[in-house]
């Protein structure tokens, strides 16, 4: 398989964008979801003030933003009409707090498709959840990963020299790699590596640009853009306060002087940047029997 480009999708700049005013009036409302919630997603945790939690409206303004990107579609995998399980989080379904990282509470050929979703930064060994998920899907049962590109990038160079955004990548990879968890996940096709090496067959991709702020000439891009850069300026903070506090040492009013001027240049209108966003899907083979899984469990 060929490595993932986004080449192909060329994105105009709307001649007018400079002339719009700088808000977010033109973003139509989001579609909403009843979702039963279980206690334990309302655990918080503070740091400098600032409350965290494991889920918020952030994370549906996030959902939509990709759903409209994905022309109204919610996953990629050819994964039939009627599957019995699925492991995701659609709306209508209980959330079940785990770490992904550990053995799973699942049975072996238990899954009919798996989904995971913007996981970067938070994984210290993605082959083996990768093994993880392999054990606990069925034979032909599908498993797709989205994640993102942590650059932030212009095609026509926009972004400014020096500026917070042009090194944003560098510093997030950097706090990743002190971590143990990486921030690279699409970058040289290192997740359809891993979908490789997994043993998985019928290996797929898709690759596309998420604009920040308003600046296409296409309107359902526009509206794209309109959203990430909500959510983007929003959660700044959120994104970072952690890592360059604890993980990278800076002091927390050299954070929020960063934060200001990345904010700043987040509404730059000359700035026609984009962060690239990575699907992979690939299928159990059908026809894995079990001396195969018992070599595949001896070598993981």
Request: aromatic share 12%.
């Amino acid at each position: 398989m060929a490595e993932p480009t986004n080449d192909h999708q060329h994105m105009a700049v709307d001649p007018d964008w400079d002339n719009e005013p700088d808000d977010d009036s033109a973003i139509s409302e989001p579609i909403t979801s009843t979702t039963s919630i279980s206690a334990s997603i309302l655990e918080y945790r503070k740091l400098h003030g600032r409350t965290y939690q494991n889920f918020n409206t952030g994370t549906e303004y996030c959902h939509h933003m990709l759903f409209l990107a994905m022309d109204n579609k919610l996953f990629m995998a050819p994964i039939g009409e009627n599957p019995q399980r699925v492991l995701d989080v659609p709306a209508n379904c209980k959330f079940e707090l785990d770490d992904a990282q550990l053995v799973w509470p699942y049975p072996d050929n238990h899954f009919d498709y798996v989904h995971i979703r913007c996981l970067m930064g938070s994984i210290r060994d993605w082959p083996a959840l990768y093994r993880e998920v392999f054990r606990c899907l069925k034979p032909g049962g599908w498993f797709e990963h989205q994640d993102y590109s942590i650059d932030v990038r212009a095609d026509d160079g926009s972004v400014p020299k020096g500026s917070p955004l042009d090194g944003w990548g560098a510093l997030f990879q950097e706090a990743g790699e002190r971590m143990g968890r990486t921030f690279k996940i699409i970058e040289d096709g290192r997740n359809i590596a891993w979908f490789k090496d997994t043993g998985f067959e019928n290996i797929e991709n898709d690759m596309f640009k998420l604009p920040v702020g308003g600046w296409p000439a296409d309107p359902k891009w526009k509206e794209i853009g309109q959203y990430n850069l909500a959510i983007t300026s929003d959660s700044l903070e959120g994104y970072i306060l952690f890592l360059l506090t604890k993980v990278m040492g800076w002091e927390y009013d050299e954070v929020q002087i960063y934060i200001a001027k990345t904010r700043k240049t987040l509404h730059d209108k000359s700035m026609h940047s984009f962060f690239d966003v990575g699907t992979v899907w690939g299928q159990k083979p059908v026809s894995t029997n079990e001396e195969e899984e018992v070599e595949l469990a001896i070598a993981s």
